[in-house]
T-cell receptor, first 117, second 110 residues
């Protein structure tokens, strides 16, 4: 149980284009999903917290107009990197927390590796 | 600002030995503590979580928590080469976000 998927697993795009990453909880409902970014040899950095049906909460220094997050249902959240630039190249990982179980454990998706040329 | 500190390593142990991974945190209000394993190029995988002071065992893994010292550790018994990975300590206050340490790289040699 507690499986989280991400799509795509990797993507290469040209500078200036937008990329959408999907995060799905496959066997549970996730009231809260999180988006992280990890640069090589660095730890995970939280970008934003997404609650179903409401606006995402962004961490300090993360541009909400550049990283658009939509949590449209209890099993799906999307991250759109708009006007991507090479410095946005990173490993993007989502996680989901089951709702209503009394647990605050987060389960991670497999990640999406974004390369912006 | 919440901080979670880990020794970056690498921690090298021979196969069959006990690996001890340590983590300290700055926020005394932290209530939940997690250990994740991350293989190179992969996303983190939950190993254990612990909420109460003391030890919690799950197979070859034992998590230890000392809230007074703001210290949490992970022991891996009978270490295997497949345990070689980066181990991330994560701390959560209440029902909010996780703060991750930078991770400790563990190398288990055959």
């Amino acid at each position: 149980g507690a499986v989280v998927s991400q799509h795509p697993s990797w993507v290469i795009c040209k500078s200036g284009t937008s990329v959408k990453i999907e995060c799905r909880s496959l066997d549970f409902q996730a009231t809260t999903m999180f988006w992280y970014r990890q640069f090589p040899k660095q730890s995970l950095m939280l970008m934003a917290t997404s609650n179903e049906g409401s606006k995402a909460t962004y961490e300090q220094g993360v541009e909400k107009d550049k990283f658009l997050i939509n949590h449209a249902s209890l099993t799906l959240s999307t991250l759109t990197v708009t006007s991507a630039h090479p410095e946005d190249s990173s490993f993007y990982i989502c996680s989901a927390r089951p709702g209503g179980t009394g647990t605050d454990t987060q389960y991670f998706g497999p990640g999406t590796r974004l390369t912006v040329l | 600002q919440k901080e979670v500190e880990q020794n970056s390593g690498p921690l090298s142990v021979p196969e069959g030995a006990i690996a001890s991974l340590n983590c300290t945190y700055s926020d005394r209000g932290s209530q939940s503590f997690f250990w994740y394993r991350q293989y190179s190029g992969k996303s983190p995988e939950l190993i254990m979580f612990i909420y109460s002071n003391g030890d919690k065992e799950d197979g070859r893994f034992t998590a230890q928590l000392n809230k007074a010292s703001q210290y949490v550790s992970l022991l891996i018994r009978d270490s295997q080469p497949s345990d070689s990975a980066t181990y991330l300590c994560a701390v959560e206050e209440g029902y909010s976000t996780l703060t991750f340490g930078k991770g400790t790289m563990l190398l288990v040699s055959p």
